[in-house]
């Protein structure tokens, strides 16, 4: 089992849809969960960010974390065509000093006009 | 334009050969990271450096190697390269490294290895 599943997708909604990302994850100790898209052929980008369980929302984008659940979700609200990403969560806790995040695979995103 | 940038940003070799990659971080940033991302296997952590200095160690194989050098660029070598070796490789920087800062991702380069 790996440390963070992530639904690879892909994920078709039509434009205006409120869209639910989701991860599961096994290691208790992650405390920093954050939510990156990914353009093709680019690199990601940092969308929403939280430290430990919450809620978080910037714009149309909430995140949410369950630790008890061990359950990460982003909720886009509003959906556009260019939300049309890979989504990736991924989470990290302290490691020698170093937070290095663990990524999901990436759920892809489709939002048809 | 995340202000990180890497070259090449593609590259053919064969198997066996022997490529350097190079990162150059965001202006300020003293963390340089390094990911691969293959279709199997997703975004996997390399290695980490901060001014000048090893940090961390995720999934890096024995025939790769990294540094990061005064001016902050840093470079990953790969060397007796196979074909599962064919992914993409980012880098990412980030200030300092801490749990709450953005790290900041570069364009990829495109490792094809035939």
């Known amino acids: 089992q790996k440390e963070v599943e992530q639904d690879p997708g892909p994920l078709s909604v039509p434009e205006g849809a409120i869209v639910s990302l989701n991860c599961t994850y096994s290691n208790s100790a992650f405390q920093y969960f954050m939510w990156y898209r990914q353009y093709s052929r680019k690199g990601p980008e940092l969308l929403m960010y939280t430290y430990s369980s919450g809620n978080k929302e910037d714009g149309r984008f909430t995140a949410q974390v369950d630790k008890s659940s061990k359950y990460i979700s982003l909720f886009i609200r509003d959906s556009q065509p260019s939300d049309s990403a890979t989504y990736l969560c991924?989470?990290?806790?302290?490691?020698?000093?170093?937070?290095?995040?663990?990524f999901g695979r990436g759920t892809s995103l489709i939002v048809h006009p | 334009d995340s202000g990180v940038t890497q070259t090449p940003k593609h590259l053919i070799t064969a198997t066996g050969q022997r490529v350097t990659l190079r990162c150059s971080p965001r202006?300020?940033?003293?963390?340089v990271y390094w990911y691969q991302q293959s279709l199997d296997q997703g975004l996997q952590f390399l290695i980490h450096y901060y001014n000048g200095e090893e940090r961390a160690k995720g999934n890096i194989l024995e025939r790769f190697s990294a540094q990061q050098f005064p001016d902050l660029h840093s470079e990953l070598n790969l060397s007796s390269l196979e074909l599962g070796d064919s992914a993409l490789y980012f880098c990412?920087?980030?200030?300092?490294?801490?749990?709450?800062?953005?790290?900041?991702f570069g364009p990829g380069t495109r490792l094809l290895v035939l």
């Open positions: 991924a989470m990290s806790s302290s490691s020698g000093g170093s937070y290095i995040p663990t």
């Open positions: 202006s300020g940033d003293l963390s």
């Open positions: 990412a920087s980030s200030v300092s490294g801490g749990p709450q800062e953005t790290q900041y």
